[in-house]
Nanobody, 123 residues
Framework: EVQLVESGGGSVQAGGSLRLSCTAS????????MGWYRQGPGIECELVSS???????YYQDSVKGRFTISQDNAKTTVYLQMNSLKPEDTAVYYC?????????????????WGQGTQVTVSS
């Protein structure tokens, strides 16, 4: 059974930091692309960042320089370090995985998904 279990969400003030974690099981983590999506108020679900099996990373323009994605293969865990948080980063963040490159928009029929973790940034 595939499982993606997220943790690390919460509420912070603007300028603060949070680190999201996603521990995976039930599929070949080393061969998969891992990523973080978010669904904010009135905003379509979107890919925030991803990391491929060869370590290549992708960042949405709005988070470049502020967010860092990393993974620990031994722990089958992917992280999203979020610094200099802004109110517009407020969203439910979802961990996702696939054996092919992740899509830029969300699709429940594509890949594996976690349950989501809420991030709230107040001004």
């Amino acid at each position: 059974e595939v499982q993606l279990v997220e943790s690390g969400g919460g509420s912070v003030q603007a300028g603060g930091s949070l680190r999201l974690s996603c521990t995976a099981s039930g599929f070949t983590f080393d061969d998969s692309e891992m990523g973080w999506y978010r669904q904010g108020p009135g905003i379509e679900c979107e890919l925030v960042s991803s990391i491929s099996s060869d370590g290549s990373t992708y960042y949405q323009d709005s988070v470049k320089g502020r967010f860092t994605i990393s993974q620990d293969n031994a722990k089958t865990t992917v992280y999203l370090q979020m610094n200099s948080l802004k109110p517009e980063d407020t969203a439910v963040y979802y961990c996702a995985a696939a054996e092919v490159p992740l899509l830029l928009s969300c699709s429940a029929d594509f890949g594996y998904w976690g349950q989501g973790t809420q991030v709230t940034v107040s001004s």
